[in-house]
């Protein structure tokens, strides 16, 4: 008996060992994925879950599930009209299906970033540098659409894509300053002539008015003589309306 119980110790001692060697944790932001004998063999919910390790029989790959946020270096495109830009943004995605971004793809992670680099430059050139720098929310939901749909087999969901920063070569930067300030200049023209035409427009009307009614010219002519005599650094010039002359010139007729 006692060989018999040393060799139901080492077996009980064994399997106590391959109990304790196949316990793990997953933590609620994780999901394990399984494979048996090198087959997906299902999905592990968050908690205290056991494989069999036994000669690597089971393995279990933890995924993590959060939100990510990867920033998409500075690529150099060209626009539709030409012009040499370069871009950089920030992608959001998480995992939606832990399956799939284990055995669809090597490294999702890389993955996601090259697929948002080239939709990124294939995107700047499909417009214009105005329609880029006016239209950046558009863009930006473009490449999410596309990298979204390309992303989805790997198990990917794509919850943003926000361009941060274009850059333009100085020359470039020289142009669109000197281009502001030529249309900051017309509207001060056109502003400048609209108040010649409003002041000519009210001085036409005034004219017209004083012509009108006997005697207002000659109050207008005492008031710009009270105007300027208020101030003693003036020279106050006496104006005689022609009204008066003609009047002086029946007297001496009489």
């Keep these: 008996m006692g060989p018999f119980l040393s060799v139901l110790s080492l077996v009980g001692i064994f399997i106590v060992v391959i109990l304790i060697a196949g316990l793990r944790v997953v933590d609620q932001n994780e999901r394990g994925v399984i494979l048996t004998l090198g087959r997906y063999a299902g999905m592990r919910q968050p908690g205290l879950t056991w494989i069999f390790t036994f000669l690597n029989i089971q393995r279990m790959f933890k995924i993590d599930i959060r939100t990510k946020v990867a920033d998409v270096p500075d690529q150099e495109s060209i626009t539709r009209d030409n012009v040499s830009v370069k871009i950089n943004a920030v992608i959001y995605y998480r995992v939606v299906d832990a399956s799939k971004a284990k055995l ?151």
């Design 104 to 254: 669809e793809v090597e490294n999702y992670e890389f993955a996601v970033s090259q697929l948002a680099q080239t939709t990124m430059r294939n995107a700047s050139g499909e417009v214009t540098l105005d329609e880029l720098l006016a239209n950046r929310e558009q863009i930006s939901s473009r490449i999410k659409e596309i990298v979204d749909k390309s992303s989805e087999s790997w198990g990917i969901q794509i919850i943003d894509v926000e361009l941060k920063d274009i850059t333009l070569p100085e020359g470039m930067k020289r142009t669109i300053a000197k281009q502001a300030e030529a249309e900051r200049e017309k509207r001060a023209v056109i502003i400048n002539s609209e108040g010649e035409v409003l002041a000519s427009q009210n001085l036409s009307k005034a004219a017209e008015t004083l012509a009108k009614v006997p005697g207002a010219l000659h109050l207008r002519t005492l008031q710009s003589i009270n105007d300027m005599s208020s101030d003693d650094s003036n020279t106050v010039v006496f104006m005689v309306p022609v009204e008066t002359l003609k009047a002086f010139d029946g007297f001496a007729k009489k």
